[in-house]
């Protein structure tokens, strides 16, 4: 299984160390931002995991929409609840929100299908810091 190696799990929560997340964003994105190396004090997990991780639980539906609420730190607990709901909160282990998702319409839950998906959008996401983000931080005021 793709995820696997960037993810454990304990009582029906989903942890990401440092290492996994970092690790997901340089093997499976091509994603070098600084704020996914292990020892930055500013680490957060990539969004690109976090929405695997719901690709992979929830499966793709023909409509979904993602919000990010909070960024997640290394070792913090989170609940993908078990819900067949159009809206799903992500939580983590304080109950705070970090995704919400809204979904419509039939589901693939075909694991070759949603395998494909975060292997081609996560190469495809990882590409954005290089060559969008990092111009835009090098103009006067892009602190990002």
């Known amino acids: 299984m793709l995820l696997a190696p960037f993810y ?3 009582e029906k929560q989903i942890f990401v160390s440092a290492e996994q997340a970092s690790n997901f964003a340089k093997r499976q994105c091509f994603d070098f931002n600084p704020i ?4 930055n004090k500013r680490f957060c997990v990539p969004g690109d995991l976090l929405f695997s991780l719901a690709l992979h639980t929830y499966g793709v539906s023909e409509s979904m929409s993602f919000t990010f609420t909070n960024m997640v730190g290394a070792d913090v607990g989170l609940t993908f ?6 809206t799903i909160i ?3 282990d304080q109950g705070k929100s970090v995704l919400e998702i809204t979904r419509k319409g039939q589901v693939n839950k075909d694991p070759e299908f949603i395998e ?10 990882g590409q954005n810091f290089p060559s969008v983000l990092m111009p835009l931080m090098k103009e006067p005021g892009g602190d990002v």
């Open 8 to 10: 454990s799990t304990k």
């Open 36 to 39: 996914h190396d292990p020892e």
């Open 81 to 86: 609840p078990d819900t067949d709901d159009e």
């Open 90 to 92: 992500v939580t983590n």
């Open 116 to 125: 494909s998906l975060i292997n081609n959008y996560g190469q495809f996401s």
